[in-house]
Nanobody, 124 residues
Framework: QVQLVESGGGSVQDGGSLRLSCAAS????????MGWYRQAPGNQRELVAH???????NYADSVKGRFTISRDNAKNTVYLQMNSLKPEDTAVYYC??????????????????WGQGTQVTVSS
């Protein structure tokens, strides 16, 4: 019922920058927390950055000082500004959103949704 559409991935050289965007649409009453995760081949999906509805942020140690997560609640969109990219940042990046929706009987429920993933490749 909710779709997350990501954009902004691509290939850059070591030290370059990218900005990822993720727009949510569908049956949305409110989006609670949002986050970005990444998964490299053979690895588990890991948290990159997290942002609460009120704007509190949390980052993986590996990206602190280089990445910035932000959101626009009016647009149901979350962003990830990635600066000083390193080859070890290469992965598929996934957007996540915890979304409040209303059931057919009128109850409000929360559910996690995921984007399709966007490839980020950083070459040395």
């Amino acid at each position: 019922q909710v779709q997350l559409v990501e954009s902004g991935g691509g290939s850059v050289q070591d030290g370059g920058s990218l900005r990822l965007s993720c727009a949510a649409s569908g049956s949305i009453l409110r989006i609670n927390a949002m986050g970005w995760y990444r998964q490299a081949p053979g690895n588990q999906r890991e948290l990159v950055a997290h942002i609460s509805r009120g704007g509190s942020t949390n980052y993986a140690d590996s990206v602190k000082g280089r990445f910035t997560i932000s959101r626009d609640n009016a647009k149901n969109t979350v962003y990830l500004q990635m600066n000083s990219l390193k080859p070890e940042d290469t992965a598929v990046y996934y957007c996540n959103a915890n979304v409040n929706s209303r059931s057919y009987i009128g109850s409000v429920y929360a559910y996690d949704y995921w984007g399709q993933g966007t490839q980020v490749t950083v070459s040395s």
